[in-house]
Antibody, heavy 119, light 110 residues
Framework: EVQLLESGGGLVQPGGSLRLSCAAS????????MSWVRQAPGKGLEWVSA????????YYADSVKGRFTISRDNSKNTVYLQVNSLRVEDTAMYYC????????????WGQGTLVTVSS | QTVVTQEPSFSVSPGGTVTLTCGLS?????????PSWYQQTPGQAPRTLIY???IRSSGVPDRFSGSILGNKAALTITGAQADDECVYYC??????????FGGGTKLTVL
């Protein structure tokens, strides 16, 4: 059974940082690209970032480029999202997901970790 | 700025068939966009229905199907049930690793 378990969310002040983690199991992690998707309270889904299966390629939405960094450790079956210079508008549930076709076609999702940016 | 368009809302009668669409503001959708569809009920994580145009995710019943209709991606639900009432999102792969979600369609079954 595929499982994706996010952690690392919390309450942080504007300008602060967090590192989100997503531990994967139930599939060959190193064969799949991984993505982060977020959802602000009461809003729709927003694609945030993706990383290739090897980690050699990383991609970002314009809204987070330069502030967020995605990475992965295939030896630990874990993908990370370092979120820096946080803004109030970054408040959201952050979901980890795997992709089926390169970095496209998200399939399995985690349950999410909540990031709240507030003073 | 690329905009992925979805109907804001749609309604279907129980047992009926509905087709939701996913378009682009300034282009046609093709299989190269790997259109994918997700279902989300309040307070829950999204659930994948279809990925890469027409591949059903594990455990998804065959009354959910995906296709390209004209210049849009489409999700067709046949035999609509009460628990199909939720929000449906599509996502399109643009290029250079970037994907964009549509704003979602709130489906009402009544």
């Amino acid at each position: 059974e595929v499982q994706l378990l996010e952690s690392g969310g919390g309450l942080v002040q504007p300008g602060g940082s967090l590192r989100l983690s997503c531990a994967a199991s139930g599939f060959t992690f190193s064969s799949y690209a991984m993505s982060w998707v977020r959802q602000a309270p009461g809003k729709g889904l927003e694609w945030v970032s993706a990383i290739s299966d090897s980690g050699g390629g990383s991609y970002y939405a314009d809204s987070v480029k330069g502030r967020f960094t995605i990475s992965r450790d295939n030896s630990k079956n874990t993908v990370y999202l370092q979120v820096n210079s946080l803004r109030v508008e970054d408040t959201a549930m952050y979901y980890c997901a795997n992709a089926r076709v390169g970095v496209a076609a998200i399939d399995y999702w985690g349950q999410g970790t909540l990031v709240t940016v507030s003073s | 700025q690329t905009v992925v368009t979805q109907e804001p809302s749609f309604s279907v009668s129980p047992g009926g068939t509905v087709t939701l669409t996913c378009g682009l503001s300034s282009d046609s959708v093709s299989t190269s966009h790997y259109p994918s569809w997700y279902q989300q009920t309040p307070g829950q994580a999204p659930r994948t229905l279809i990925y890469s145009t027409n591949i059903r995710s594990s455990g998804v019943p065959d009354r959910f199907s995906g296709s390209i209709l004209g210049n849009k991606a489409a999700l067709t639900i046949t035999g609509a049930q009460a628990d199909d009432e939720c929000v449906y999102y599509c996502v399109l792969y643009m290029r250079r690793g970037i994907s964009v979600f549509g704003g979602g369609t709130k489906l009402t079954v009544l």
